[in-house]
């Protein structure tokens, strides 16, 4: 019985706080569906068919050849 009891203390609490300073309390449930969300979103994506896309390339291809020595630009 006490666990039902301080339930509803903490249900109207939250309500009170809901009510009285609702940018506290959203910020609050915001800031905790976030670490939720890393845990149980990407199980729901892969379910869906979601594919990572592949991973954007990090340096230039250099050609396999020797390099050509830059002509008439007049840097001489």
Request: hydrophobic share 35%; charged share 20%.
């Amino acid at each position: 019985m006490a666990s039902v009891f301080s339930f509803r203390q903490t249900y109207r609490y939250l309500q009170r706080q809901a009510h009285e300073q609702p940018v506290i309390f959203y910020s609050v449930v915001i800031g905790l569906i976030g670490p939720l969300m890393v845990v149980t979103v990407p199980p729901i994506r892969k379910s869906l068919g979601y594919k990572s896309p592949e991973p954007i390339p990090t340096s230039y291809p250099v050609p396999n050849r020797p390099r050509r020595a830059v002509q008439g630009y007049e840097d001489e």
